[in-house]
């Protein structure tokens, strides 16, 4: 058992990007509009990714063994839409806590972990699991968007 899991690291990001708007609000508020919109955005693909998962049966542990490639829905435009609903949700953030500058270093940090600390690990899984069927599906899908 391990307490790296990726929603950890988001949840820091998360903390991150309220503390600076909290210490550091520079942009102006007119800022909170497409923010919510990013982030019901991000909210919306995370959900649509959760609900395709489970509806094939398969976990969405990133630890956890695959029983299913699910390459349809939300998972036809990224390989990761739960990452980067993440990813939205911190860009709306940091506008909603009127920070614009922090979504310049936080989102692309927040993917660089993810990148390097998750992703490789899970596509090797899966990779594993559904050698053909993945490499077909990382062929025609982008990892991000």
Known sequence: MTADYPQIWFLGFVVLAILTGMGWPHGPGWLIWPGGLLMGAGTALMGAAVIAMRRARTTVDPYGRPAALVVSGVF?????????????LLAGLCLVMRAPFAVIVLVPAFVLVISSRFIPREEARLRASFPREFSDYSARTRRWL
């Open 76 to 88: 036809a435009l990224s390989r990761n839409p739960i990452y980067l609903g993440n990813a939205l």
